[in-house]
């Protein structure tokens, strides 16, 4: 709680935002940008505490509405009053230790974002700890409540298996706090003053990395795996993944890092080489560490289990493979996959856009056994050979799949233009179910639904009308 980074020459760094339009911001070189297709570009450069000022002064508004959507979903969880109360008392005793398993480049970064922060939520926790807290949230989420609320499936393909024999990964992050936590997305360019320069699907708020690619064409994604619950908080993983972004060039050098780390849960990280030709999954959990590669193979699969010998007798791990849903995903994707004869980025995103279970069985829309559960924060692809990105626009990852070349953009970065760096050549088209009555349907359920079970929770009477339209 008392712990503070080093913030030497934080009164020489400016802060001081160009407010251009509702939709273009900046400070020197570093910008945000809101695209046609919704989502956010953002550009920052410099050293740590420099990019943390930058960072939260550009995007303090979508931090704010980030931080409101978490925060309202643990009030809806725990009841106002001594509970809350209670809460932050245990989750600071939880926290105790955090600081000191993150680098301090990366508590001068997220102190510079927290400079930002509103004050609403102080009674919880300080700014800069809170800030800190929420980047452990996507371990905790899982860990604690062990709802698999970030069930995520992803894939990679090379060789015989893609149009050109040139890797091509996709994944589903399918973290979901609330509809209105996914509304914001950020494409987060960043130049370190160390490091590789790399590109991140995120939210306002978050330095962390949960899925993205460097310069170099190492790509990093994130899954969550079964875990025990934790005594207190260390590494929280997206900072490992971040880590890594920033400074490996080859799977050897990720696979360092996360073995320097000591993580609080268990995680699978996703990695694919440009270098290389190749994906690998490092597999971490406390106290242990595997590395799952394919042989004589031309594709790999991941869900929410652990595949390397390290865990095959681990019986969480065998609990998870037998009574969650992650086995049945994985098999789904597995079919997909190896139902198309080669692979491109539009076919790549309609597998993760496929609703439909084992041998393309209607198994309802939202089903948890789906590569597309329609709740997913996002989905994307990568291409490292050519450093390439492709990320969905809202809703979930049916919306555009919106192209970004990484070295177009940071060319473009540096020469201080201020316009989007989007690939229009390269942009796949959004799915034609968003156009349809089934969609509707569902979304009309899903509001419905959310809407009894507040009624539940606060012991409300439900109006009969949504309780039938539910049924129906």
């Not at 997909?336 to 829309?365: D, M, Y």
């Not at 597309?372 to 291409?383: E, R, V």
């Amino acid at each position: 709680m008392e712990d503070r980074p080093d913030i030497s020459g934080i009164e020489t760094i400016d802060t001081l935002r160009t407010k251009h339009n509702d939709s273009l911001y900046s400070i020197g070189k570093n910008t945000l940008l809101k695209n046609k297709y919704g989502i956010w570009e953002l550009y920052i450069e410099g050293d740590a505490l420099e990019r943390g000022l930058v960072n939260g002064s550009l995007t303090r508004e979508l931090m704010y509405k980030q931080e409101v959507a978490i925060m309202e979903k643990i009030e809806s969880l725990v009841p106002a009053g001594g509970y809350q109360n209670f809460l932050s008392k245990v989750v600071a005793w939880f926290n105790r230790e955090m600081y000191l398993h993150v680098p301090e480049e990366y508590k001068k970064e997220i102190y510079g974002v927290s400079r930002f922060a509103q004050h609403k939520y102080d009674s919880f926790a300080p700014p800069y700890v809170r800030s800190l807290y929420l980047h452990g949230a996507h371990d905790i989420g899982h860990a604690l409540q062990d709802l698999m609320l970030v069930g995520c499936t992803s894939f990679a393909a090379w060789d015989q298996k893609t149009s050109d024999g040139k890797l091509l990964l996709g994944r589903n992050f399918d973290l979901y706090v609330s509809d209105e936590f996914a509304e914001e997305k950020i494409a987060a360019f960043v130049n370190p003053e160390q490091g590789h320069k790399f590109m991140m699907y995120t939210w306002g708020g978050m330095i962390g990395v949960v899925s993205g690619m460097n310069e170099k064409g190492l790509s990093v994604t994130i899954n969550a795996g079964k875990s025990k619950i934790p005594l207190k908080a260390k590494s929280p993983v997206s900072l490992v993944a971040r880590e890594i972004l920033q400074y490996a060039a080859t799977t050897e050098e990720a696979i360092q890092i996360a073995k320097n780390r000591e993580v609080f849960v268990s995680e699978a990280i996703m990695l694919g080489s440009a270098a290389e030709n190749k994906a690998l999954v490092i597999e971490v959990a406390p106290g242990k560490f595997g590395v799952h590669e394919v042989d004589n193979s031309n594709h790999l699969i991941c869900s929410n289990h652990f595949q390397s010998d390290t865990y095959k007798k681990d019986r969480r791990n065998q609990q998870a493979i037998n009574e969650s849903h992650t086995r049945y995903r994985f098999e789904r994707m597995q079919e997909l996959v190896n139902k198309n004869e080669v692979l491109n980025p539009g076919k790549a995103a309609a597998i993760l856009r496929n609703t439909k279970g084992l041998q393309e069985e209607a198994i309802g829309l939202g089903n948890e056994k789906a590569i597309n559960q329609l709740l997913a924060h996002h989905g994307i692809l990568f291409k490292p050979s050519e450093r390439k990105v492709w990320v969905s626009a809202n809703p979930y990852q049916l919306g555009t799949f919106v192209a970004f070349d990484l070295e177009e953009a940071f060319s473009k970065f540096s020469e201080g233009r201020r316009e989007s760096v989007v690939s229009e050549e390269d942009v796949i088209p959004a799915d034609k179910f968003l156009d349809s009555q089934a969609f509707r349907n569902y979304r009309e359920f899903r509001s419905l639904s959310e809407e009894v079970s507040r009624s539940i929770v606060k012991r409300e009477t439900i109006s009969e009308k949504n309780y039938l339209s539910c049924l129906r």
